[in-house]
């Protein structure tokens, strides 16, 4: 069932690679979407896909790179829209 996940990464997120490392993961399960740095620090995704793929993503974002620190991790689950055309790093 095709499904859309927008999550808030909050820690220490930014400069630790952590865009390329949720990209490259959503990227291997199948996904569709993007993820951007904002100005407050945290992390923004918004994937779609299979849920249980999406399940993996939060999973994998939840540990994060090696250098990186998650604190929180607000997860949103949304409608699919079908929006997307493959998974990127945004500005």
Not at 49 to 69: D, F, M
């Amino acid at each position: 069932m095709e499904a859309r996940t927008h999550i808030f990464v909050t820690g220490r997120v930014q400069g630790v690679f952590f865009r390329d490392y949720t990209r490259r993961w959503a990227v291997s399960l199948g996904l569709r979407g993007w993820v951007r740095n904002l100005y407050d620090g945290r992390v923004e995704i918004v994937a779609e896909g299979e849920r249980s793929s999406l399940n993996c993503l939060i999973t994998k974002v939840r540990e994060g790179p090696s250098h990186a620190q998650v604190d929180d991790l607000e997860v949103v689950w949304e409608n699919h829209s079908g929006e997307f055309a493959d998974f990127r790093v945004t500005y």
